[in-house]
Structures are given as C-alpha cells and as structure tokens.
C-alpha cells in the first residue's frame, strides 16, 4: 500500500523556468494539501485540493504559483518563472474523505533555483 | 493571528537524557493536535494526536504529549531518549473548522549524543 508519492525528488531550475511538483495520494485519499518548508523554518500551508476543486489556496502566493487536482492523475504545483526565493522542500499530503484530521505526508520534492 | 510556537529550535540532549519539547498555539476555540516527526532525509510521520477526552496522549516509539488547555500548550515528552531519535519535531495544530488544513510550529532539531 503504497504512501503519498512525490516527484521528483529533487529539481534544480534555472531562475526563470518553470518547476512541476506531482503528487500522487494515498490510495482512498481524495484530499491533497500541499505545504512549503524554507530553509530553517516550519511548514507553511499553501493550498488544499479535492479532486478537480481548489478549497483552500489562503497559504499559495498571488503570483506564478498555480494548483491542480485533475479527476486523473497526480495533483501538480507548478511554479512559473522561479526566482532563488523558491527554492525550498515542497511536502505533499492526503488525507480521505472522513479524514479523522490525519494527514499523510510524502518524502516531499526539494527545488533548488540556481 | 493564529500560530503555533516551538521555543526551542535547537535541543541537544546525551542518549537515556529525558526530553521535553514545547508547542503552544494561539486559538480560544477547538483544536486538534499533533506532532510529527522528521528524520533526515524522511518525510513526516505522525508519532501522536489528540482530539478529545484523556489530556496525556501516548504515541509511538515512547513519546507522549500532554495538552493543557488552559496554557494553550502541547508539550512532548520522552522518558529517556535514544540516539536514533536524532529528528526534527513538528507541532502542528487544526484550529476550528480548518478543514484539515494543520498549522505547524517553526520545529525543533533534536541531537542526541551517544
């Protein structure tokens, strides 16, 4: 039974390119959340997804930062135009319907921008 | 506005030492709590929650964690640490009706010395 599955791993981009981060839930689990973790800080909440909806992006900044959660596939954070100020881990997790307020984290994607 | 505090950042303890992490949150309404724990180079896992009744949680690999409502505060405990709790631990707290969306404390890197 597998966990909640990232990638890649790790990414390093070029500032000014574009960075996808895929994210596979748990299976059962249709809710997805993504978090951010700066160098020497917490987790900081970005947005929460249900399959083809966007619940929660309070956490996601205005600008070139996008979420999706298809009916198919892997939820994605795409991330246009990076600058050095993204680079970060970027934590997965997915929680199921009746959730119990638990979620599940995957081994997160770490993004480098050069 | 809501947040949840780890005072201590760093926390270097000899192995059999005993351990005490704090959390507080800043939130007069109904909280779910949790902490998580990081090993290097590992995703998140969950070692403990609490939703209601019993204050002391047990948890996995002999942590427990007490909650105090009246200090808003959810410190966790071991007995006697070992060397392969070297980790970083985060408090994460579900303020309300967040969804499950968790607010995570700014962590706390554990080293144990053997």
């Known amino acids: 039974n597998a966990g909640v599955m990232q990638n890649p791993r790790h990414l390093v981009r070029r500032r000014g390119q574009e960075a996808r981060l895929r994210c596979s839930p748990m299976?059962?689990?249709?809710?997805v959340y993504w978090y951010r973790q700066l160098p020497e800080e917490g987790l900081k909440f970005m947005v929460y997804?249900?399959?083809?909806?966007?619940?929660?992006e309070s956490g996601m900044p205005k600008e070139r930062f996008s979420a999706e959660f298809p009916k198919e596939g892997p939820s994605i954070l795409r991330i246009q135009q990076v600058v050095r100020g993204d680079s970060a881990a970027y934590f997965c997790?997915?929680?199921?319907?009746?959730?119990?307020?638990?979620?599940?984290f995957g081994a997160g994607s770490r993004l480098t921008v050069l | 506005a809501q947040s949840v505090s780890q005072h201590n950042h760093h926390v270097i303890l000899s192995e059999a030492a005993s351990l005490e992490l704090g959390c507080n949150y800043s939130?007069?309404?109904?909280?779910?709590l949790f902490w998580y724990v990081q090993y290097p180079g590992q995703h998140l896992q969950l070692l403990l929650k609490?939703?209601?009744?019993?204050?002391l949680v047990k948890g996995i690999k002999g942590f427990e964690a007490e909650f105090i409502k009246s200090k808003f505060s959810f410190n966790l405990r071991k007995p006697s640490v070992q060397w392969s709790d070297t980790a970083e631990y985060f408090c994460?707290?579900?303020?309300?009706?967040?969804?499950?969306?968790?607010?995570f404390g700014g962590g706390t890197r554990l080293m144990v010395k053997p």
């Open positions: 939130y007069g309404g109904t909280v779910n």
């Open positions: 609490y939703f209601s009744g019993d204050p």
């Open positions: 997804l249900q399959k083809e909806n966007i619940i929660d």
């Open positions: 299976k059962g689990h249709s809710h």
């Open positions: 994460a707290v579900k303020m309300g009706n967040a969804g499950n969306m968790l607010t």
């Open positions: 997790a997915s929680s199921s319907p009746s959730g119990a307020n638990v979620l599940t």
